[in-house]
């Protein structure tokens, strides 16, 4: 971002950054909790976790949250339900503290069930107060990861909104890519290139809405491509504005899709929008990954962010935190800083986060009616068109 660009943002989104500074910690804590394979102090992690239930040929229904995101409903040990998020960038499961207590720290998991009946049992899962980590409908409440995937191989379906705990190409298919993985820090990664020039090993990382790239690998690129959008990421330090840019010749062994869309960020990793090209198969069993790549591509959409402009604060989809100059949300006059009281007559708590980017994507709506409140205090109607 150029320095006129820094000069330009609002004094409403000085005030964002100082009042989500908390947020900001959360996150980097999580990630570096992930980063080092959920190793740390708390409890006494000494549970052998299993599996049981063998209804491995139904299907989960998953709900795709930004269309990339894959989030299953879990019942924990028998009455919890939570919305947890499949995640094979995390080598470990995460509850939320605010439900089961200690913080950052180890909690006993006597069980975690699916709606097929498939549950991992007699475990012990991190405890975070987190994004992902939430006690609310609506929102992110928990994360499973890699301790829990690695028992079966997992066939994602991002075209059916489906995870089989098999593989569902065990015979093969003439169109099917295999790439190879190792771990590090229980994490799976595996080799990618740009215009055939070798990235080294990228994490694979389901729980990464968008395939991202460092600055670095972006201006390695014989053309830099151009910007499609942007949101607001958030770090230790402050914030940050991001840039998303459509990728070619981008290619994960070799497997390369047509075009994907990337995030540039600080770290890089196969995301979402790499994986929702493909019927996904992680096979933990052989340490590969099976891409079949699919020909009907209705199901890949722009997300609710990339539609309209309008980004929705993960922790409370009330609040507006940015708004894209140009996009659809600004020419209809929403600012950041405003808070948002109903869509469409719909209340803002009957939504949540998921909810609000579901109704943001539905291409069969081309108007949003919002209620807000202005960063000054009077409550307006602002109505959002949607060009073709």
Known sequence: M?????????????????????????????FLLLSLGGC????????????????IYTPVEVKLVHGTLLVVRAVVNGSITLDMLVDTGASRTYVPAEIFGNLDGEVYISS????????FNNFMARSSDSAFTQSKDGYFN??????????????????SELIYFYDTLENGSSDLVTIPFHYESSRPFTNISIEGISQGANLLDTGAAY????????????????????SVVFTLNGSEIVEYVPLTDYCAGMACPDEIIV??????????????EYLTIFRFSEK???????????????????????????????????VGEGS????????????????????????????IYELLADTSINEYQFLVVTTGGDTEDVTISIQS
């Open 112 to 119: 975690l069930c699916l709606e097929n009946d498939i549950c």
């Open 142 to 159: 928990g994360i499973i990861g890699v301790d829990f995937l690695k028992n079966f191989d997992c066939t994602f379906d991002y075209k």
């Open 328 to 355: 659809f949300a600004w020419a209809g006059g929403l600012r950041e800083g405003y808070e948002i009281i109903s869509v469409n007559g719909i209340p803002i708590d009957s939504l949540g986060y998921f909810g």
């Open 40 to 55: 740390g102090s708390g409890g006494d992690n000494t549970a052998t976790g299993y599996i049981s239930g063998d209804d």
């Open 263 to 276: 995030q540039i960020g600080s770290w890089p990793a196969v995301g979402g929008t790499f994986f929702r």
């Open 211 to 230: 395939t991202r790239i460092t600055s670095v690998m972006l201006d390695s690129l014989s053309q830099v491509p151009d910007v499609l959008f942007e």
């Open 288 to 322: 590969t990954v099976k891409l079949d790549q699919y020909n009907d591509k209705s199901h890949i959409k722009e997300s609710g962010i990339q539609r309209t402009g309008l980004q929705i604060n993960i922790y409370d989809a009330s609040d507006i935190i940015y």
């Open 2 to 30: 150029t320095e006129k660009e820094k000069e330009g943002v609002s004094k409403a989104m000085k005030q964002k950054i100082n009042v989500l500074i908390m947020f900001s910690r959360t996150v980097t804590i999580l």
